[in-house]
């Protein structure tokens, strides 16, 4: 079945960076977009940043562009997000989710991202 575990979250200064990752099974991850979303605490989901099947496009909401980036490696089925720069107002839960025909069709249980000082 569909497994996205995601890793790398953590405790961070506001200005440091973060290394998410998501390791995919279950499918085969070459054929698939890929997203980040995240929550806030009491918040909604956002989404944060999406990936075609090889890379070679890559959008951003527009409170991380500059700060964040997305990407794949198709040959481990890994997903990754490196965040730079971040900001108190970036904490939350991270999520990696797969695209499908209709949108998100999974997601995983998330990877935790505080920044604090």
């Known amino acids: 079945q569909v497994q996205l575990v995601e890793s790398g979250g953590g405790l961070v200064q506001p200005g440091g960076s973060l290394r998410l990752s998501c390791a995919a099974s279950g499918f085969t991850f070459r054929f698939y977009y890929m997203y980040w979303v995240r929550q806030a605490p009491g918040k909604g989901l956002e989404w944060v940043s999406g990936?075609?099947?090889?890379?070679?496009?890559?959008n951003y909401t527009d409170s991380v562009k500059g700060r964040f980036t997305i990407s794949r490696d198709n040959a481990k089925n890994t997903l990754y997000l490196q965040m730079n720069s971040l900001k108190p107002e970036d904490m939350g839960m991270y999520y990696c989710?797969?695209?499908?025909?209709?949108?998100?069709?999974?997601w995983g249980k998330g990877t935790l991202v505080t920044v604090s000082s």
């Open positions: 989710t797969k695209g499908g025909v209709s949108g998100m069709d999974y």
């Open positions: 990936i075609d099947f090889v890379g070679g496009s890559t």
